[in-house]
């Protein structure tokens, strides 16, 4: 049976996401601020703005465009669907929340020269990439090896890892790139592996469909 997919989306549009569930084996439903609809198999939280810093108990010192009806809406996703023992599957804003939904914190606002290598390339009007690193023995290992590359389009980073995060992926620089939950079917990642699968694969970096074959398998079992 094809596992069915709700993700949370900013208001822009899903497409590359959905594109690449479908890819993968999956049924997409995309929405802004979808209710917590536990009919799913599986919840993905994509990309978009800042969560708002009151969330984990800091004042503003850079974060921007914040979307407290949005925070809301997730928020409350992210805990039905633990409580449910549902797999979810962050993708940057998404690895982000998840992080402070478990008792973590961000960095609000990468210092140079780390945040140079991961903000958004104005000049070239793309993407950076970067080389991470693995966890020995970790899932990114296995599929993608010790060392590879990925894109980058963010300007924060998790600080303390949520309660049961274990972190398997780091850049250059030491920022969280990939994440999985001890106990729980939770995976995550700072990068966007949508805008690296498909019509979007690039040359400077991996093949971002692994993470949504991954993700679909964790929905299937």
Known sequence: MTPRILLSKSKS?????????????????SAYCPEADLS????????????????????????????AHRDAAEFALIEAYIKAGKPILGICRGHQILNIALGGTLIQDLPAPAGLFH???????????HPVHAAPGS??????GSMFAVNSHHHQAVDKLGEGFVAQLWSESGVVEGMVH???PILC???????MSLDHRREDTVDGLPIFEKFLQMCGK
């Open 13 to 29: 549009s899903a497409e590359a996401y959905e594109n690449a569930i479908r890819a993968a084996g999956g049924e997409p439903a």
């Open 40 to 67: 799913y198999d599986g919840l993905i939280l994509c990309g978009g703005d800042d969560v708002d810093p009151a969330r984990y108990g800091q004042e503003n010192n850079g974060s921007k465009d914040i979307d």
């Open 119 to 129: 903000t958004y390339d104005s000049a070239k009007e793309k993407e950076r990439a």
């Open 139 to 144: 899932w990114f290992e296995e599929i993608w």
């Open 182 to 184: 001890e106990r729980l």
């Open 189 to 195: 990642v700072q990068f966007h592996p949508e805008r």
